[in-house]
C-alpha cells in the first residue's frame, strides 16, 4: 500500500521562474493539502484540494496555486519565486473528514 | 486566530529516560482533534499519537502518551524509556475545519527538537 508520494525530492530555480510540485495522495485517500515548511519551523498551510476544488486556503498569495486532478493526485505551482519561497513543500492526504493527513516526504526547493 | 504554541525549543535527555513536551493552544472551536507529529532528519512527518477534544480519557500508543487538559488548552506528550531512534524534531498540531464543509486545515506549532543521548 503506497504511501504519499512527492516529486521532485529536491528543486533548485532562480528568482521569477516558476515551479511545479507534485502529489499522489495515500491508496483510498481523496483529500489533498499542502503545507509550506521553511528551515527551522512548523509547517504552514498552503490550501487544501477536495473533488478537485480548493476548499480553503491559508494566508499565501495568488503566485501559489494548485489543482486537483479526477484520480485524486495534485500540483502545486509557483510563479514568480522570490528568495523567501525557499523551504521543504509537504503534501497531506486523507479521507474526507476523517483524521489523521498522512505526510509524503516532501519537495525541497531551493531559490538562487 | 488558531495558535499552538510549543514553549520548549530543544531538549536533550539521557536513553531509557522519561521526557515530557508541553504545548497549548488557543480556539473557540468546542470540538477538535490534537496531534503531535514526528519529524526525523528523513523529514517525512509521522504521527506519533492523536487526541480528540470530546474524548475525557488521555490517547496512549505503547511508550508515548499525552496529557490532554482542556480547560487549560495544553496537550503534552510523555514519551517513557525513551530511545536513541526518538530523536526527531516534534510538532504538536490542532485541526481547524474551515466555513467550508469538509474543509480543515493543521495548525503547528513551532516545534521541539528532542536529542535522545546514549
Known amino acids: 500500500d503506497a504511501g504519499v508520494t512527492q516529486s521532485p525530492t529536491h528543486l533548485i530555480k532562480t528568482r521569477g521562474q516558476q515551479v511545479t510540485l507534485r502529489c499522489s495522495p495515500k491508496?483510498?485517500?481523496?483529500?489533498v493539502s499542502w503545507y509550506q515548511q521553511a528551515l527551522g519551523q512548523g509547517p504552514q498551510f498552503i490550501f487544501q484540494?477536495?473533488?478537485?476544488?480548493?476548499?480553503q486556503r491559508g494566508n499565501f498569495p495568488d503566485r501559489f496555486s494548485g489543482h486537483q486532478f479526477p484520480n485524486y493526485s495534485s500540483e502545486l505551482n509557483v510563479n514568480a519565486l522570490l528568495l523567501g519561497d525557499s523551504a521543504l513543500y509537504l503534501c497531506?492526504?486523507?479521507?474526507?473528514?476523517?483524521?489523521?493527513?498522512?505526510f509524503g516526504d516532501g519537495t525541497r526547493l531551493s531559490i538562487l | 486566530a488558531q495558535t499552538v504554541t510549543q514553549s520548549q525549543p530543544e531538549m536533550s535527555v539521557q536513553e531509557a529516560e522519561t521526557v515530557t513536551l508541553s504545548c497549548t493552544y488557543d480556539t473557540s472551536e468546542s470540538n477538535y482533534y490534537l496531534f503531535w507529529y514526528k519529524q526525523p532528519p528523513s523529514r517525512q512527518m509521522i504521527l506519533v499519537i492523536r487526541q480528540e477534544a470530546y474524548k475525557q480519557q488521555n490517547a496512549t500508543e505503547n511508550r508515548f502518551s499525552v496529557n490532554f487538559q482542556k480547560a487549560a488548552k495544553s496537550f503534552s506528550l510523555k514519551i517513557s524509556d525513551s530511545q536513541l531512534g526518538d530523536t526527531a524534531m516534534y510538532f504538536c498540531a490542532f485541526i481547524f475545519r474551515g466555513a467550508i464543509q469538509g474543509a480543515q486545515k493543521l495548525v503547528f506549532g513551532q516545534g521541539t527538537r528532542l536529542t535522545i543521548n546514549p
Open positions: 497531506a492526504s486523507s479521507f474526507q473528514r476523517d483524521q489523521p493527513q498522512h
Open positions: 491508496s483510498g485517500h481523496d483529500t
Open positions: 484540494y477536495y473533488e478537485e476544488e480548493e476548499r
